[in-house]
Protein backbone atom coordinates (compact mmCIF):
# COMPACT_ATOMS: atom_id res chain seq x y z
CA UNK A 1 0.00 0.00 0.00
CA UNK A 2 1.21 3.38 -1.04
CA UNK A 3 0.65 7.08 1.24
CA UNK A 4 1.90 10.57 0.15
CA UNK A 5 3.78 12.18 2.60
CA UNK A 6 4.21 15.67 2.86
CA UNK A 7 6.10 16.63 0.56
CA UNK A 8 4.64 14.69 -2.34
CA UNK A 9 6.32 11.37 -2.49
CA UNK A 10 5.06 7.55 -2.13
CA UNK A 11 6.06 6.02 0.74
CA UNK A 12 5.02 2.16 0.97
CA UNK A 13 3.64 1.13 4.10
CA UNK A 14 3.20 -2.16 5.18
CA UNK A 15 1.07 -3.97 7.51
CA UNK A 16 2.15 -6.51 9.90
CA UNK A 17 0.24 -10.08 10.00
CA UNK A 18 2.93 -11.71 12.19
CA UNK A 19 3.13 -12.63 15.10
CA UNK A 20 -0.45 -13.63 15.99
CA UNK A 21 -1.88 -12.07 19.52
CA UNK A 22 -2.48 -13.73 22.29
CA UNK A 23 -6.52 -14.31 21.88
CA UNK A 24 -5.74 -15.10 18.38
CA UNK A 25 -3.60 -18.27 19.62
CA UNK A 26 -6.14 -19.33 22.53
CA UNK A 27 -9.00 -19.33 20.06
CA UNK A 28 -6.91 -21.41 17.69
CA UNK A 29 -6.50 -23.93 20.65
CA UNK A 30 -10.09 -23.43 21.34
CA UNK A 31 -10.60 -24.49 17.63
CA UNK A 32 -8.55 -27.51 17.40
CA UNK A 33 -9.45 -28.77 20.71
CA UNK A 34 -12.87 -28.77 19.28
CA UNK A 35 -11.80 -30.25 15.51
CA UNK A 36 -10.35 -33.31 18.24
CA UNK A 37 -13.11 -34.05 20.38
CA UNK A 38 -16.19 -33.27 18.34
CA UNK A 39 -17.71 -35.26 15.53
CA UNK A 40 -15.91 -34.22 12.17
CA UNK A 41 -15.33 -36.15 8.96
CA UNK A 42 -11.97 -36.40 10.50
CA UNK A 43 -12.81 -37.88 14.03
CA UNK A 44 -15.52 -40.19 12.47
CA UNK A 45 -12.80 -41.57 10.28
CA UNK A 46 -9.73 -41.86 12.51
CA UNK A 47 -11.76 -41.65 16.30
CA UNK A 48 -12.15 -38.83 18.91
CA UNK A 49 -10.46 -37.62 21.50
CA UNK A 50 -11.67 -37.09 24.99
CA UNK A 51 -11.98 -33.08 25.60
CA UNK A 52 -9.14 -33.46 28.43
CA UNK A 53 -6.47 -34.96 25.11
CA UNK A 54 -7.75 -32.89 22.97
CA UNK A 55 -7.22 -29.66 25.35
CA UNK A 56 -3.81 -30.80 25.73
CA UNK A 57 -2.55 -32.24 22.01
CA UNK A 58 -4.69 -28.66 21.20
CA UNK A 59 -1.90 -26.38 23.06
CA UNK A 60 0.68 -28.74 22.46
CA UNK A 61 0.31 -28.11 18.18
CA UNK A 62 -0.19 -24.42 18.61
CA UNK A 63 3.05 -24.10 20.61
CA UNK A 64 5.07 -26.58 17.86
CA UNK A 65 3.50 -24.69 14.70
CA UNK A 66 4.17 -21.39 16.12
CA UNK A 67 7.57 -21.98 17.27
CA UNK A 68 8.40 -23.22 13.75
CA UNK A 69 6.61 -20.15 12.28
CA UNK A 70 7.97 -17.77 14.30
CA UNK A 71 11.43 -19.03 13.51
CA UNK A 72 10.20 -18.37 9.53
CA UNK A 73 9.84 -14.75 10.88
CA UNK A 74 12.93 -14.12 12.28
CA UNK A 75 14.51 -15.12 8.71
CA UNK A 76 12.41 -12.74 6.80
CA UNK A 77 11.85 -10.04 9.48
CA UNK A 78 11.52 -7.34 6.70
CA UNK A 79 8.26 -9.43 5.14
CA UNK A 80 4.79 -8.94 6.21
CA UNK A 81 4.36 -12.21 7.94
CA UNK A 82 2.10 -13.88 5.35
CA UNK A 83 4.83 -16.76 4.30
CA UNK A 84 4.68 -17.04 8.27
CA UNK A 85 0.71 -17.37 8.55
CA UNK A 86 0.82 -20.00 6.33
CA UNK A 87 3.55 -21.90 7.59
CA UNK A 88 1.66 -21.94 10.66
CA UNK A 89 -1.97 -22.85 9.27
CA UNK A 90 0.23 -25.65 7.41
CA UNK A 91 1.80 -27.08 10.51
CA UNK A 92 -1.45 -26.70 12.50
CA UNK A 93 -3.40 -29.09 10.20
CA UNK A 94 -0.61 -31.62 9.51
CA UNK A 95 0.14 -31.54 13.69
CA UNK A 96 -3.92 -32.78 13.82
CA UNK A 97 -4.07 -35.26 11.45
CA UNK A 98 -0.73 -37.14 12.61
CA UNK A 99 -2.77 -37.17 16.43
CA UNK A 100 -5.61 -38.14 14.54
CA UNK A 101 -3.50 -40.69 12.91
CA UNK A 102 -4.78 -39.69 9.74
CA UNK A 103 -3.42 -40.49 5.74
CA UNK A 104 -1.81 -37.69 3.88
CA UNK A 105 -4.60 -37.16 1.52
CA UNK A 106 -4.15 -33.78 -0.13
CA UNK A 107 -8.59 -32.50 0.50
CA UNK A 108 -8.41 -33.75 3.95
CA UNK A 109 -5.28 -31.33 5.03
CA UNK A 110 -6.41 -28.41 2.37
CA UNK A 111 -9.74 -28.45 4.52
CA UNK A 112 -8.01 -28.67 8.04
CA UNK A 113 -6.02 -25.62 7.08
CA UNK A 114 -9.06 -23.91 5.55
CA UNK A 115 -9.71 -23.91 8.83
CA UNK A 116 -7.15 -22.79 10.63
CA UNK A 117 -6.67 -19.88 8.05
CA UNK A 118 -10.11 -18.61 9.04
CA UNK A 119 -9.54 -18.59 12.66
CA UNK A 120 -5.85 -16.26 12.17
CA UNK A 121 -6.53 -14.46 8.81
CA UNK A 122 -6.16 -10.18 9.29
CA UNK A 123 -6.90 -10.18 13.20
CA UNK A 124 -3.46 -7.57 13.42
CA UNK A 125 -3.92 -4.05 12.24
CA UNK A 126 -0.09 -2.08 12.99
CA UNK A 127 1.26 0.85 11.51
CA UNK A 128 3.92 0.86 13.82
CA UNK A 129 6.78 -0.13 11.83
CA UNK A 130 9.63 1.79 10.64
CA UNK A 131 10.45 5.46 11.89
CA UNK A 132 8.63 7.46 13.58
CA UNK A 133 6.14 10.12 11.43
CA UNK A 134 3.36 12.85 11.37
CA UNK A 135 0.34 11.56 10.16
CA UNK A 136 -1.82 14.07 8.87
CA UNK A 137 -5.65 13.97 6.93
CA UNK A 138 -4.86 12.34 3.57
CA UNK A 139 -2.40 10.02 4.67
CA UNK A 140 -4.77 8.80 7.40
CA UNK A 141 -7.71 7.89 4.74
CA UNK A 142 -5.04 6.13 2.52
CA UNK A 143 -3.69 4.11 5.96
CA UNK A 144 -6.35 3.39 7.59
CA UNK A 145 -8.39 1.98 4.78
CA UNK A 146 -8.38 -1.42 5.76
CA UNK A 147 -10.09 -1.04 9.03
CA UNK A 148 -13.24 -0.09 6.34
CA UNK A 149 -13.29 -3.13 4.78
CA UNK A 150 -16.34 -4.59 5.40
CA UNK A 151 -16.33 -7.71 7.48
CA UNK A 152 -12.59 -7.10 8.11
CA UNK A 153 -11.46 -9.44 10.99
CA UNK A 154 -9.09 -6.99 12.74
CA UNK A 155 -9.58 -7.70 16.85
CA UNK A 156 -6.19 -5.90 17.39
CA UNK A 157 -4.75 -2.57 16.33
CA UNK A 158 -1.85 -0.87 16.60
CA UNK A 159 -0.97 2.92 16.11
CA UNK A 160 2.12 3.62 18.03
CA UNK A 161 4.95 5.26 16.94
CA UNK A 162 2.74 7.68 14.21
CA UNK A 163 1.67 10.60 15.43
CA UNK A 164 -1.55 12.05 14.77
CA UNK A 165 -2.77 15.47 14.11
CA UNK A 166 -6.49 16.55 14.65
CA UNK A 167 -7.43 16.03 10.90
CA UNK A 168 -5.91 12.89 11.20
CA UNK A 169 -7.60 12.15 14.04
CA UNK A 170 -10.70 13.08 12.66
CA UNK A 171 -10.61 10.93 10.19
CA UNK A 172 -9.53 7.83 12.72
CA UNK A 173 -12.21 8.55 14.79
CA UNK A 174 -15.30 7.26 12.49
CA UNK A 175 -13.36 4.44 11.57
CA UNK A 176 -12.40 3.18 15.13
CA UNK A 177 -15.94 3.73 15.94
CA UNK A 178 -17.72 1.40 13.23
CA UNK A 179 -15.86 -1.41 14.76
CA UNK A 180 -15.04 -0.89 18.10
CA UNK A 181 -16.97 -3.86 18.88
CA UNK A 182 -14.97 -6.47 17.19
CA UNK A 183 -11.64 -4.96 19.06
CA UNK A 184 -10.08 -6.87 21.61
CA UNK A 185 -6.70 -5.01 22.27
CA UNK A 186 -6.04 -1.29 21.52
CA UNK A 187 -2.03 0.01 21.58
CA UNK A 188 -2.16 4.15 21.15
CA UNK A 189 1.13 4.09 22.65
CA UNK A 190 3.29 7.57 21.35
CA UNK A 191 0.23 8.31 19.13
CA UNK A 192 0.51 12.27 19.68
CA UNK A 193 4.60 12.99 19.80
CA UNK A 194 5.48 16.36 18.81
CA UNK A 195 1.92 17.48 18.98
CA UNK A 196 1.05 21.02 20.58
CA UNK A 197 -0.93 20.27 23.83
CA UNK A 198 -4.32 21.39 23.16
CA UNK A 199 -3.92 19.30 19.93
CA UNK A 200 -2.89 16.19 21.89
CA UNK A 201 -5.77 16.43 24.01
CA UNK A 202 -8.06 17.15 21.10
CA UNK A 203 -6.60 14.14 19.94
CA UNK A 204 -6.99 12.07 22.80
CA UNK A 205 -10.56 12.86 23.26
CA UNK A 206 -11.92 11.96 20.01
CA UNK A 207 -10.00 9.09 20.40
CA UNK A 208 -11.63 7.85 23.40
CA UNK A 209 -14.86 9.24 22.36
CA UNK A 210 -14.89 6.94 19.37
CA UNK A 211 -13.98 3.38 21.22
CA UNK A 212 -16.10 4.09 24.43
CA UNK A 213 -17.89 1.30 24.93
CA UNK A 214 -15.92 -0.72 23.36
CA UNK A 215 -15.30 -4.10 25.42
CA UNK A 216 -11.26 -4.35 25.73
CA UNK A 217 -8.74 -6.87 26.78
CA UNK A 218 -5.81 -5.21 26.52
CA UNK A 219 -4.98 -0.88 26.31
CA UNK A 220 -1.48 0.62 26.13
CA UNK A 221 -1.79 4.42 26.16
CA UNK A 222 2.04 4.94 27.44
CA UNK A 223 4.22 7.17 26.27
CA UNK A 224 1.58 9.78 25.75
CA UNK A 225 2.84 12.38 28.37
CA UNK A 226 -0.52 12.38 29.86
CA UNK A 227 -0.30 14.14 33.24
CA UNK A 228 -3.73 14.07 34.72
CA UNK A 229 -4.84 16.22 31.69
CA UNK A 230 -4.16 13.14 29.02
CA UNK A 231 -5.93 10.82 31.78
CA UNK A 232 -9.10 12.80 31.94
CA UNK A 233 -9.06 13.12 27.80
CA UNK A 234 -9.40 8.94 28.08
CA UNK A 235 -11.71 9.32 30.49
CA UNK A 236 -14.89 7.91 28.28
CA UNK A 237 -12.87 5.26 27.07
CA UNK A 238 -11.32 4.32 30.72
CA UNK A 239 -14.52 4.60 32.38
CA UNK A 240 -16.22 2.32 29.93
CA UNK A 241 -14.64 -0.66 30.06
CA UNK A 242 -15.79 -3.35 32.33
CA UNK A 243 -13.28 -6.36 30.54
CA UNK A 244 -10.22 -5.04 30.89
CA UNK A 245 -7.17 -7.46 31.34
CA UNK A 246 -4.04 -5.31 30.65
CA UNK A 247 -3.46 -1.74 31.26
CA UNK A 248 -0.09 -0.11 30.47
CA UNK A 249 0.37 3.37 31.16
CA UNK A 250 4.35 3.66 30.73
CA UNK A 251 6.56 6.81 31.04
CA UNK A 252 3.09 9.13 31.16
CA UNK A 253 3.85 11.82 33.33
CA UNK A 254 1.55 10.07 36.09
CA UNK A 255 1.84 12.19 38.83
CA UNK A 256 -0.01 12.40 42.11
CA UNK A 257 -2.49 14.11 40.37
CA UNK A 258 -2.93 11.37 37.35
CA UNK A 259 -2.53 8.58 39.62
CA UNK A 260 -5.92 9.69 41.16
CA UNK A 261 -7.27 10.27 38.18
CA UNK A 262 -6.67 6.75 37.11
CA UNK A 263 -8.17 5.41 40.58
CA UNK A 264 -11.34 7.36 39.53
CA UNK A 265 -11.58 6.57 35.69
CA UNK A 266 -10.92 3.02 35.83
CA UNK A 267 -13.83 1.83 38.08
CA UNK A 268 -13.84 -2.06 36.97
CA UNK A 269 -10.56 -3.53 37.63
CA UNK A 270 -12.00 -7.28 38.63
CA UNK A 271 -10.47 -8.90 35.19
CA UNK A 272 -6.76 -7.01 35.41
CA UNK A 273 -4.38 -9.28 34.87
CA UNK A 274 -1.47 -6.76 34.17
CA UNK A 275 -0.81 -3.27 35.38
CA UNK A 276 2.14 -1.25 35.02
CA UNK A 277 3.39 2.51 35.53
CA UNK A 278 7.01 2.31 34.74
CA UNK A 279 8.59 5.89 34.87
CA UNK A 280 6.29 8.32 35.97
CA UNK A 281 6.93 11.48 38.83
CA UNK A 282 3.82 9.20 40.71
CA UNK A 283 5.46 9.87 44.69
CA UNK A 284 4.13 8.96 47.73
CA UNK A 285 0.99 10.48 47.69
CA UNK A 286 0.73 9.11 43.78
CA UNK A 287 1.08 5.65 44.94
CA UNK A 288 -1.78 5.83 47.74
CA UNK A 289 -3.96 6.28 44.83
CA UNK A 290 -2.36 3.21 43.13
CA UNK A 291 -2.69 1.32 46.05
CA UNK A 292 -6.41 1.31 45.68
CA UNK A 293 -6.55 0.37 42.42
CA UNK A 294 -4.25 -2.63 43.71
CA UNK A 295 -7.03 -3.65 46.14
CA UNK A 296 -9.72 -3.79 43.44
CA UNK A 297 -7.25 -6.29 41.58
CA UNK A 298 -8.05 -10.11 42.88
CA UNK A 299 -6.64 -11.71 39.72
CA UNK A 300 -3.32 -8.97 39.13
CA UNK A 301 -0.43 -11.46 37.16
CA UNK A 302 1.85 -8.43 36.68
CA UNK A 303 2.46 -5.42 38.65
CA UNK A 304 5.03 -2.75 37.50
CA UNK A 305 5.56 0.28 39.52
CA UNK A 306 9.31 0.81 38.58
CA UNK A 307 11.10 4.36 38.52
CA UNK A 308 8.02 6.10 40.37
CA UNK A 309 9.81 8.31 43.08
CA UNK A 310 7.91 6.41 45.27
CA UNK A 311 9.46 6.35 49.12
CA UNK A 312 8.82 4.91 52.37
CA UNK A 313 5.42 6.19 52.79
CA UNK A 314 4.33 5.24 49.58
CA UNK A 315 6.05 1.80 49.54
CA UNK A 316 4.16 0.79 52.15
CA UNK A 317 0.80 1.54 50.77
CA UNK A 318 1.76 -0.56 47.83
CA UNK A 319 3.08 -3.38 49.73
CA UNK A 320 0.51 -3.08 51.93
CA UNK A 321 -2.01 -3.35 49.29
CA UNK A 322 -0.44 -6.02 47.57
CA UNK A 323 -1.41 -8.84 49.94
CA UNK A 324 -4.89 -8.58 47.73
CA UNK A 325 -3.16 -9.67 44.85
CA UNK A 326 -2.81 -13.55 45.53
CA UNK A 327 -2.28 -14.91 41.73
CA UNK A 328 0.88 -12.36 41.12
CA UNK A 329 3.08 -13.53 39.19
CA UNK A 330 5.21 -11.02 38.09
CA UNK A 331 6.32 -7.90 40.61
CA UNK A 332 8.68 -5.49 39.57
CA UNK A 333 9.50 -2.31 41.79
CA UNK A 334 12.76 -1.37 41.11
CA UNK A 335 14.34 1.63 41.25
CA UNK A 336 12.21 3.78 44.39
CA UNK A 337 13.41 4.69 47.88
CA UNK A 338 11.68 2.38 49.85
CA UNK A 339 13.91 2.16 52.37
CA UNK A 340 13.92 -0.93 54.96
CA UNK A 341 10.62 0.25 56.70
CA UNK A 342 8.85 -0.61 53.27
CA UNK A 343 11.30 -3.26 52.73
CA UNK A 344 10.08 -5.34 56.16
CA UNK A 345 6.22 -4.60 54.61
CA UNK A 346 6.94 -6.05 51.61
CA UNK A 347 8.32 -8.89 52.83
CA UNK A 348 5.15 -10.08 54.96
CA UNK A 349 3.30 -9.67 51.64
CA UNK A 350 5.21 -11.84 49.54
CA UNK A 351 4.27 -14.61 51.93
CA UNK A 352 1.32 -15.01 50.65
CA UNK A 353 2.55 -14.99 46.73
CA UNK A 354 3.19 -18.47 46.19
CA UNK A 355 2.79 -18.42 42.12
CA UNK A 356 5.72 -15.55 42.23
CA UNK A 357 8.20 -16.43 38.81
CA UNK A 358 9.42 -13.08 38.34
CA UNK A 359 10.49 -10.41 41.37
CA UNK A 360 12.49 -7.51 40.32
CA UNK A 361 13.63 -5.58 43.92
CA UNK A 362 16.62 -3.37 42.85
CA UNK A 363 17.43 0.42 43.99
CA UNK A 364 15.33 0.07 46.40
CA UNK A 365 17.59 1.40 49.25
CA UNK A 366 16.58 -2.23 51.49
CA UNK A 367 20.30 -2.68 53.31
CA UNK A 368 20.93 -5.80 55.27
CA UNK A 369 17.12 -6.03 57.31
CA UNK A 370 15.05 -5.44 54.45
CA UNK A 371 16.90 -8.16 52.52
CA UNK A 372 17.18 -10.60 54.80
CA UNK A 373 13.76 -10.24 55.61
CA UNK A 374 12.46 -10.68 51.96
CA UNK A 375 15.07 -13.89 51.85
CA UNK A 376 13.24 -15.28 54.56
CA UNK A 377 10.02 -14.73 53.29
CA UNK A 378 11.06 -15.60 50.05
CA UNK A 379 12.35 -19.15 50.88
CA UNK A 380 8.94 -19.93 52.45
CA UNK A 381 7.11 -18.80 49.00
CA UNK A 382 7.32 -18.20 45.41
CA UNK A 383 8.97 -22.33 44.89
CA UNK A 384 8.76 -21.37 40.76
CA UNK A 385 11.03 -18.52 41.03
CA UNK A 386 13.16 -18.25 37.80
CA UNK A 387 14.18 -14.30 38.15
CA UNK A 388 15.56 -12.77 41.04
CA UNK A 389 16.81 -9.47 41.26
CA UNK A 390 18.16 -6.95 44.40
CA UNK A 391 20.89 -5.08 42.60
CA UNK A 392 22.23 -1.74 44.38
CA UNK A 393 20.44 -2.31 47.86
CA UNK A 394 23.19 -1.56 50.04
CA UNK A 395 23.53 -5.00 51.07
CA UNK A 396 26.30 -6.60 52.57
CA UNK A 397 27.79 -10.40 54.03
CA UNK A 398 25.51 -9.97 57.06
CA UNK A 399 22.59 -11.11 54.19
CA UNK A 400 24.52 -13.45 52.64
CA UNK A 401 23.04 -16.79 54.70
CA UNK A 402 19.58 -15.32 54.53
CA UNK A 403 19.78 -15.30 50.73
CA UNK A 404 22.08 -18.23 50.43
CA UNK A 405 19.09 -20.02 52.36
CA UNK A 406 16.41 -18.91 50.07
CA UNK A 407 18.31 -19.26 46.52
CA UNK A 408 19.07 -23.05 47.96
CA UNK A 409 15.58 -23.41 47.67
CA UNK A 410 14.84 -21.83 44.05
CA UNK A 411 15.61 -24.74 41.87
CA UNK A 412 13.55 -23.19 38.87
CA UNK A 413 15.86 -20.16 39.24
CA UNK A 414 17.04 -18.96 35.51
CA UNK A 415 18.89 -15.26 36.76
CA UNK A 416 20.27 -13.78 39.70
CA UNK A 417 21.00 -10.31 39.56
CA UNK A 418 23.27 -9.10 43.44
CA UNK A 419 24.91 -6.59 41.69
CA UNK A 420 26.07 -3.12 43.05
CA UNK A 421 26.10 -4.22 46.67
CA UNK A 422 29.01 -5.13 49.15
CA UNK A 423 28.54 -8.79 49.99
CA UNK A 424 32.45 -9.01 49.71
CA UNK A 425 34.17 -12.36 49.26
CA UNK A 426 32.65 -13.68 52.12
CA UNK A 427 28.96 -12.95 51.15
CA UNK A 428 29.65 -14.46 47.97
CA UNK A 429 31.33 -17.54 49.17
CA UNK A 430 28.29 -18.13 51.20
CA UNK A 431 25.68 -17.40 48.20
CA UNK A 432 28.00 -19.85 45.98
CA UNK A 433 27.81 -22.95 48.22
CA UNK A 434 24.22 -22.74 47.77
CA UNK A 435 24.29 -22.77 43.89
CA UNK A 436 24.68 -26.38 43.75
CA UNK A 437 22.94 -29.80 42.31
CA UNK A 438 19.41 -28.84 41.30
CA UNK A 439 20.11 -25.70 40.24
CA UNK A 440 19.96 -27.04 36.19
CA UNK A 441 17.71 -24.60 35.04
CA UNK A 442 20.32 -21.40 36.31
CA UNK A 443 21.50 -19.40 33.05
CA UNK A 444 22.96 -15.48 34.21
CA UNK A 445 24.34 -14.60 37.58
CA UNK A 446 25.42 -10.92 38.01
CA UNK A 447 27.70 -10.00 40.83
CA UNK A 448 29.12 -6.90 39.41
CA UNK A 449 30.63 -4.47 41.97
CA UNK A 450 30.67 -6.35 45.02
CA UNK A 451 34.00 -5.70 45.97
CA UNK A 452 35.13 -9.40 44.95
CA UNK A 453 38.57 -10.15 44.82
CA UNK A 454 40.36 -13.36 43.35
CA UNK A 455 39.08 -16.86 46.11
CA UNK A 456 35.49 -15.47 45.41
CA UNK A 457 35.06 -14.99 41.49
CA UNK A 458 36.84 -18.12 41.59
CA UNK A 459 34.36 -20.08 43.91
CA UNK A 460 31.27 -18.58 42.18
CA UNK A 461 32.88 -19.40 38.53
CA UNK A 462 33.66 -23.34 39.63
CA UNK A 463 30.18 -23.22 41.36
CA UNK A 464 28.49 -22.40 37.68
CA UNK A 465 30.57 -23.75 35.62
CA UNK A 466 29.49 -27.28 37.09
CA UNK A 467 25.60 -26.58 36.35
CA UNK A 468 24.53 -27.55 33.14
CA UNK A 469 22.27 -24.90 31.55
CA UNK A 470 24.78 -21.88 32.84
CA UNK A 471 25.30 -19.29 29.76
CA UNK A 472 26.96 -16.06 31.88
CA UNK A 473 29.20 -14.74 34.77
CA UNK A 474 28.86 -11.30 35.21
CA UNK A 475 31.98 -10.39 37.82
CA UNK A 476 33.01 -6.99 36.54
CA UNK A 477 33.43 -3.63 38.49
CA UNK A 478 35.44 -5.98 41.21
CA UNK A 479 39.22 -6.06 42.56
CA UNK A 480 40.17 -8.88 41.25
CA UNK A 481 43.95 -9.04 40.88
CA UNK A 482 45.81 -10.16 37.40
CA UNK A 483 46.41 -13.73 38.54
CA UNK A 484 42.73 -14.21 39.36
CA UNK A 485 42.07 -12.74 35.79
CA UNK A 486 43.84 -15.35 34.35
CA UNK A 487 42.55 -18.05 36.61
CA UNK A 488 38.95 -16.98 35.85
CA UNK A 489 40.25 -17.43 32.00
CA UNK A 490 41.68 -20.57 32.62
CA UNK A 491 38.33 -21.73 34.34
CA UNK A 492 36.52 -20.48 31.18
CA UNK A 493 38.90 -21.49 28.75
CA UNK A 494 36.34 -24.21 26.82
CA UNK A 495 33.57 -21.71 27.18
CA UNK A 496 34.95 -17.79 27.33
CA UNK A 497 31.67 -16.93 25.90
CA UNK A 498 30.32 -17.72 29.59
CA UNK A 499 32.31 -14.94 31.20
CA UNK A 500 30.99 -11.73 30.36
CA UNK A 501 33.52 -8.69 30.76
CA UNK A 502 36.08 -7.53 32.82
CA UNK A 503 37.27 -4.30 31.57
CA UNK A 504 35.97 -2.06 34.28
CA UNK A 505 37.97 -4.76 37.13
CA UNK A 506 40.10 -2.82 39.26
CA UNK A 507 43.38 -5.30 40.44
CA UNK A 508 44.62 -2.27 42.64
CA UNK A 509 41.24 -1.38 44.05
CA UNK A 510 40.73 -0.85 47.75
CA UNK A 511 37.34 -1.02 49.64
CA UNK A 512 37.23 1.78 51.50
CA UNK A 513 36.89 -0.19 54.87
CA UNK A 514 40.21 -2.25 53.96
CA UNK A 515 42.63 0.99 53.70
CA UNK A 516 44.38 0.68 56.59
CA UNK A 517 44.71 -3.45 56.21
CA UNK A 518 47.85 -3.64 54.75
CA UNK A 519 49.11 -6.98 54.53
CA UNK A 520 45.60 -8.10 56.17
CA UNK A 521 44.41 -8.89 52.39
CA UNK A 522 46.58 -10.98 51.97
CA UNK A 523 45.76 -13.05 55.34
CA UNK A 524 42.26 -13.10 54.66
CA UNK A 525 42.63 -14.33 51.40
CA UNK A 526 44.08 -17.41 52.56
CA UNK A 527 41.44 -17.33 55.27
CA UNK A 528 39.10 -17.65 52.31
CA UNK A 529 41.05 -20.49 50.69
CA UNK A 530 41.19 -22.65 53.82
CA UNK A 531 37.18 -22.22 54.23
CA UNK A 532 37.00 -22.97 50.66
CA UNK A 533 39.12 -25.95 51.18
CA UNK A 534 37.53 -27.52 54.82
CA UNK A 535 33.99 -26.48 52.46
CA UNK A 536 34.87 -29.05 49.99
CA UNK A 537 36.14 -31.70 52.02
CA UNK A 538 32.70 -31.70 54.32
CA UNK A 539 30.71 -32.11 50.90
CA UNK A 540 33.14 -34.96 49.58
CA UNK A 541 32.57 -36.86 53.09
Same mark, same amino acid.
Given at each position: M #? ?53 ? /???Q ?17 D?? &? ?15 ? $?? @?? &? ?12 E ?16 R ?17 ? *? ?5 I ?14 ? *?????? !? ?25 ? !? ?17 ? +? ?42 ? =? ?7 ? /???? =? ?59 ? &? ?12 ? =? ?9 ? #? ?5 ? +??? @? ?5 A ?8 ? $? ?20 K ?8 ? #????? =?????L *??G ?15 R???R ?12 ? !? ?6 F ?10 ? !? ?8 G ?18 DE ?7 L ?5 ? @? $? ?5
Amino acid at each position: M #DAKTPNGERRHITIKLWPPSQNTRQMLVERMTNNLSTPTIFTRKYGSLSNVEASK /HAQQIEESAFASADQHYEQEPDGD &GSSAVQLYARECSKLIL $DV @LK &GGSRTEEKEALQSEVDSAFRETFFDISKGQRAFIEEDEARTLLSPLKTP *GNSYTKICFSNRSFGLGAAHVA *GPILAS !IKNQLKEVDLSDFVAGRPEVEALDVMN !IFSEALEGSHLKSLNISDN +ALGEKGVRAFGKLLQSQTSLEELYLMNDGISKEAAQAVCELVPS =TEKLRVLQF /HNNM =TGDEGALAISEILKRCPLLEDFRCSSTRVGSEGGVALTEALTQCRNLKKLDLRDNMFGVEA &GLKLSDALRKHEYL =TEIYLSYLNLE #DDGAIAI +ANA @LKESAPALTVLEMAGN $DVTAEAAPSLAACIATKKSLVKLNLSENDLK #DDGVI =TISQAL *GEGHDQLKEVDMSQNSLRRVAARSLAQALLRLPGFK !ILKVNGNFISEEGIDELKD !IFKECPDKLGPLDENDPEGEDFDDKESGDEDDASQHELESKLKS @L $DVNQKE
